[in-house]
């Protein structure tokens, strides 16, 4: 059973930095530091305060000397010095900076350079690195929230033994702890600086009255049967398209407590909730939030819509695995989408343009902004999505964006296909009911050789079927209109 306190942005910890370095699960700290690899904890200082390095880092050490892997915040970093020896860039173009330094003592800061081009010219900035080993203490100050209390909680005699290996979020991050008899504890991090939120679960009590208000998370906890879990739902039966959630619902095990903006406290605190998560909108109403903590109902925001891999958004499926005891049927259903998705990228090049879109009630077009998750999906399937250039004309974190008929018209009018999204203005029928909504379709390449598809108004509750979105791009892409899942063609 388990008990979450949220807490503030440091936990006040006493642990021990540094654990073998392994997959998935948790290993013993050594005692003495041997050849080998390792996940060691770093912490960095100075400069402008907004950059930062992934921790735990990979640590190697040997007889010719200890490396750290340093993976940072931003792609922005070229070269780093140690001691004036420069050490290149070992990322990707686009991906975050990496580099493997040396450094010779655990436990104490010593001096590195960071040479970034984010400026109109590249700057050096001098930081401190440290890089802790088995034995060393961390002693942040913390202040449990969501209560404004001046109580610190001070948790003795945990250490770190290991973290939930992630490939691709970048959004959250689970921690484990031992305490002294033995007892794992769970640390979960979502976010990062101001709005970093930390999570702290002991063996008390169970997340089984869990107010789900985040749309996309329900089939994510479905997939790993954990809807038990489930009392309350922020979204009514009749909006469900989810089939279990609706039926659920229906016998009367998961109750409707209102959106995210309008809760039903009365019933939330009669029922005896224990759990809510949210999506970022709360922040919209923040008072929301305030009223349920005051209630005693610890608050998850899930940021997960913040993960521009496709895969990232979703392996947030393993944190709730964590949360409701299924993280081995979370990883295996992660695992088997993955390998689907690899599968078809060893054959996914066909250079087909593809356009996905709606059209509001005014004749705006309303499309996805490149590098968002949908027009990364197209991308793994091997399509190009259009239209690839578009003014930030608004700047927001939405992934969708208004443009006029005239400019999806210049940059779409070629493109090999057409997917209308039905999950914004509803489900069309046939390329005439299309073409009501804007003549000027009908000149455009994939109207004329009847490639005009539209997605379904349910895969916007879908959010596990990453795969089965990117097989139907896929086949769609190589001609094959039999078997779609999501998407289906619109008749002549």
Not at 234 to 259: F, H, R
Not at 447 to 456: R, T
Request: glycine share 6%; hydrophobic share 35%.
């Amino acid at each position: 059973m388990k008990r979450i306190t949220i807490i503030a942005a440091v936990l006040a910890l006493s642990l021990t930095a540094c654990s073998f370095f392994n997959n998935n699960r948790i290993e013993e700290t050594a005692a003495d530091i041997e050849d080998g690899n390792y996940s060691c904890h770093v912490t960095l200082t100075g400069g402008s305060g907004k950059a930062t390095v992934e921790s735990p880092a990979e640590v190697v050490v040997s007889d010719e000397g200890n490396t750290v892997k340093l993976v940072w915040s931003s792609s922005h970093y070229d070269y780093m010095k140690v001691e004036d020896i420069r050490y290149d860039n070992e990322a990707a173009e686009g991906e975050n900076s990496v580099f493997t330094i040396p450094f010779s003592e655990f436990d104490e800061e010593f001096t590195v350079i960071g040479d970034t081009t984010a400026m109109s010219v590249p700057h050096e900035i001098e930081y401190g690195l440290t890089v802790y080993a088995p034995g060393s203490k961390l002693h942040p100050a913390v202040k449990l929230s969501p209560k404004e209390s001046d109580e610190e909680i001070i948790l003795e005699d945990l250490t770190y033994v290991g973290s939930l290996k992630l490939d691709y979020a970048t959004q959250f991050t689970v921690d484990y702890y031992k305490d002294a008899v033995g007892n794992i504890e769970t640390f979960i991090n979502i976010g990062e600086g101001e709005n970093l939120e930390q999570y702290l679960f002991m063996d008390e009590d169970k997340l089984d009255k869990t107010y789900l208000v985040s749309t996309s998370v329900m089939d994510l906890i479905s997939k790993i049967d954990a809807l038990d879990n489930i009392r309350f739902s922020g979204t009514d039966s009749k909006d469900w398209y989810i089939k279990a959630a609706k039926e659920k619902m229906s016998s009367g095990d998961i109750l409707y407590a209102g959106k995210y903006s309008a809760p039903d406290y009365e019933l939330l605190l009669s029922e005896g909730c224990n759990f809510a998560i949210e999506n970022t909108m709360i922040y919209h109403n923040p008072e929301v939030k305030e009223k349920l903590e005051e209630l005693g109902i610890t608050v998850l925001v899930e940021r997960s819509s913040y993960e521009q891999n496709p895969l990232g958004r979703l392996e947030w499926i393993k944190l709730y695995g964590v949360l409701f005891d299924k993280l081995d049927e979370a990883t295996a259903f992660f695992e088997d989408q993955e390998s689907r998705i690899k599968e078809i990228s060893k054959s996914a090049n066909t250079k087909k343009t593809v356009a996905f879109f709606s059209i509001s009630s005014n004749g705006q077009v309303v499309v996805r902004k490149p590098g968002d998750y949908i027009t990364s999906m197209i991308s793994m399937a091997g399509g190009n999505y259009v239209p690839a250039e578009l003014e930030a004309a608004e700047d927001n974190a939405l992934s969708t964006q208004k443009i006029t008929m005239e400019d999806f018209y210049l940059q779409a009018k070629d493109a090999d296909i057409l997917i209308y999204n039905s999950t914004i203005e509803g489900e069309l029928s046939d390329v005439t009911e299309l073409l009501s909504k804007a003549e000027i379709l009908e000149g455009f390449k994939a109207v004329k050789s009847d490639n005009v598809y539209c997605l379904g108004k349910d895969y916007f509750q879908k959010s596990a079927d990453v795969a089965e979105f990117i097989e139907d791009i896929y086949n769609i892409l190589k001609g094959n209109d039999s078997g779609l899942k999501y998407i289906y063609k619109l008749k002549e």
